[in-house]
């Protein structure tokens, strides 16, 4: 039986969350970091400043890409799964006792 085609949305999936997961760890750390008070950091870092600026953005976008390619490989699961049980019912009707070919009627 052959295999069913490789679903795309599988490594969008896989990239999106490792973003996603990054992106979180460095929102929490910035909050984290937000807790202390400025001056026994030294000062604010690069990544506080750029997760405050965009971390909401970058995070809604993420969740959004995720929520697609999830759509997406779940759809594409299901159309080639329609795909091989109509093939396995094609073969399970020719393969049957009985079934015609066609070759021996007028």
């Known amino acids: 039986m052959p295999r069913p085609p490789r679903n795309p949305f599988y490594a969008v999936l896989g990239i999106a969350g490792f973003a996603f997961t990054v992106t979180a760890a460095a929102s929490c750390v910035a909050v984290l970091r937000g807790v202390r008070p400025v001056a026994a950091t030294g000062g604010s870092h690069v990544l506080d400043v750029f997760m405050a600026r965009y971390g909401t953005t970058l995070l ?8 697609l390619a999830t759509v997406g490989a779940i759809w594409l699961d299901h159309l080639a799964g329609q795909q091989v049980r109509h093939a396995r019912a094609a073969r399970e009707a ?13």
């Open 60 to 67: 809604v976008g993420e969740i959004a890409v995720l929520t």
């Open 94 to 106: 020719a393969d049957a006792p009985g079934a015609s070919t066609g070759a021996d009627e007028p």
